[in-house]
């Protein structure tokens, strides 16, 4: 192939380069220089249309290659930062939880500690009144005691036995009604015949 035919080959494919191409977001050395865009058919040439056209090496690769490595990396740190957003939330719901949890059960540590106390005092007053119940009691019942009777002197006893109306008063000095003795008439008429027999 002559050098003419070479260089009409370039300019179409440069040409057809141009149409379905992509423009690239860093262009090459060349397209630098000019500054025009560096369109590259990626699917089918790793040189930009200018290049093509001009027969040289075109640099645009390396940095086609540069760009999608770090096109990738940022793809890949977009979803690593997606899923540690995920992992937040689900930390931060977890400690909701965790926090309403110790919420509730300070909570009911307090109003059980409530209760003790409300309890312990009630039993303190229970038992003072109880106590002071047990001294009033106490005391009452020392105010209605009987009290003691004195027991006199026993009366020697002279060997022989003597009548049981020994020691009564003679009939006619009697004045005893029946009635205030409680005992039946004919008890009574038996001990004042046994008084009569011994004076």
Request: charged residues 30%; aromatic residues 2%; proline residues 5%.
């Amino acid at each position: 192939m002559d050098r003419s035919t070479r260089t009409k080959c370039r300019r179409e494919l440069s040409i057809r380069i141009s149409r379905e191409g992509v423009v690239m977001p860093s262009s090459c050395t060349r397209c630098q220089e000019r500054g025009i865009k560096c369109v590259v058919a990626t699917r089918h040439s790793k040189k930009c249309a200018h290049c093509v056209r001009l027969g040289r090496t075109c640099d645009v690769e390396d940095i086609a290659s540069k760009l999608h490595r770090i096109h990738q990396a940022e793809d890949r740190i977009k979803l690593e930062e997606e899923a540690a957003f995920e992992e937040l939330v689900r930390a931060q719901e977890r400690a909701l939880r965790v926090q309403q949890e110790i919420s509730v059960a300070v909570s009911r540590v307090t109003r059980l500690a409530q209760q003790r106390v409300s309890l312990k005092e009630r039993g303190d007053d229970i038992m003072v009144r109880g106590l002071e119940l047990l001294d009033e009691m106490d005391g009452e019942a020392e105010a209605s005691a009987p009290a003691d009777v004195a027991v006199g002197p026993a009366v020697p006893n002279s060997g022989s036995p003597r009548p049981l109306v020994d020691f009564l008063v003679p009939a006619d000095n009697l004045t005893v009604d029946p009635a205030d003795l409680d005992i039946p008439d004919e008890i009574f008429q038996q001990i004042l015949a046994s008084v009569e027999g011994s004076t």
